[in-house]
């Protein structure tokens, strides 16, 4: 399940975006490996539980004067295996 703060996406600008997990107990993934903070660029993808996104950052003149950071949801994938629990 996706915790109630799970995630989120600073950006401070379309250089510096930021994925930070928020100690959610089924993780955020980029690149199937669990992160606790990484940045992320233009066509990365990362996982949060079921769900795939795939990161898209437009030029600041696509818009209206606004600098323009999207992040899309894509096909949704399989959550990451998790460790056996011992009995």
């Given amino acids: 399940d996706v915790a109630e703060l799970h995630c989120v996406i600073n950006a401070e600008s379309a250089s510096s975006v930021m994925l930070l997990d928020l100690g ?5 993934f ?15 993808v990362f996982q949060v539980v ?3 996104f795939r990161t898209h ?3 600041a003149d696509a818009f209206d004067d606004e600098e323009a950071t999207a ?5 949704p994938a399989p959550a990451p295996a998790r460790p056996a629990q011992k009995p």
Avoid: M
Wanted: charged share 15%; proline share 10%.
């Fill in 50 to 52: 079921g769900l795939t």
């Fill in 24 to 28: 959610s107990p089924n993780g955020t």
């Fill in 30 to 44: 980029r690149d199937g490996e669990r992160v606790h903070s990484t940045t992320l660029h233009h066509g990365d």
């Fill in 57 to 59: 950052f437009a030029p």
């Fill in 71 to 75: 992040v899309a949801p894509v096909t």
